[in-house]
């Protein structure tokens, strides 16, 4: 099984001079999914969407193209793609011709399916900045904060017989790289239906991320399952959007069954 210490995350490497979808590091879900108590069938849909800001290769007569792109991995693909070797393999495309931009799109898509286990789609060009849903932001609210981590769900509660439908969210989540022990920094937006959640506690909770290690993915998978465990929502959507490093940002969402995908949107930090 491969294993985060055996990729290139955290060691220096040489820039890729030629076209390597080897570079590709796949990491199964299964392990921390069943750490969660996660089997085979999972509580939530969902995907996680990536947007590339450092793409290029050469066109058909040798011309440098550059452009972004989105990529979406379902959440159900049996693994998830590491990000720095995302990037690495992005930069390895940079000798590389293609005829068309389609062409580029097309071998790009095929080589991170074969990674992901899965069908990934992967589309040209950026979603806007902003959202397109009014949320309440929790991030002032006065309050005491004494836990750091490890996650706390014990500090979520929810009002049985106070009703809410309402998007909530927040911008200080913080975890750290499982393997360098960097920051990753999110905007974490909630949207359920169901027993009004305590803001207070949810906030605390949020805050007990800031020294756990995690990848972007595995936090936002906790915060879903620990929401519909002690908050009982009857729909629940979980999005993060993690700000960029590398010229990579990822927006993990999970969301209950049926539940559309959140329109594409950037944060002002992303």
Request: glycine fraction near 8%.
């Amino acid at each position: 099984m491969a294993r985060p210490e055996d990729s290139l995350l955290g060691r220096e490497v040489a820039y890729p001079a030629h076209y390597d979808p080897g570079l590709l590091f796949p990491i199964p879900r299964a392990p921390a999914r069943a750490a969660l108590g996660l089997g085979d069938a999972l509580p939530f849909d969902g995907l996680d969407r990536w947007h590339a800001y450092e793409l290029s290769w050469l066109d058909g007569r040798g011309k440098p193209v550059v452009a972004t792109a989105t990529l979406s991995v379902p959440a159900t693909s049996p693994s998830l793609v590491e990000s720095k070797s995302l990037k690495l393999y992005l930069n390895s495309l940079n000798a590389s011709r293609f005829d068309t931009p389609d062409a580029a799109r097309g071998r790009i898509a095929a080589d991170l399916s074969q990674a992901a286990g899965a069908p990934v789609s992967v589309a040209f060009g950026l979603p806007p900045l902003g959202d397109a849903e009014t949320a309440t932001c929790i991030d002032a609210l006065d309050l005491d904060v004494d836990r750091y981590g490890p996650p706390a769900p014990e500090l979520l509660s929810a009002a049985a017989g106070d009703e809410a439908d309402e998007v909530l969210c927040s911008h200080l989540l913080k975890s750290n790289c499982p393997v360098t022990g960097q920051p990753d920094w999110a905007s974490v937006h909630i949207a359920y239906r169901g027993p009004r959640i305590d803001q207070a506690g949810l906030l605390r909770y949020l805050v007990s991320y800031r020294d756990h290690a995690g990848f972007h993915e595995q936090c936002v998978e906790q915060i879903f399952v620990d929401l519909l465990a002690r908050c009982a929502p009857r729909r629940l959507s979980v999005e993060a959007r993690y700000t960029r490093r590398g010229g990579l940002d990822i927006n993990p969402w999970r969301a209950t069954a049926g539940e559309p995908p959140p329109p594409p949107r950037r944060e002002l930090r992303q």
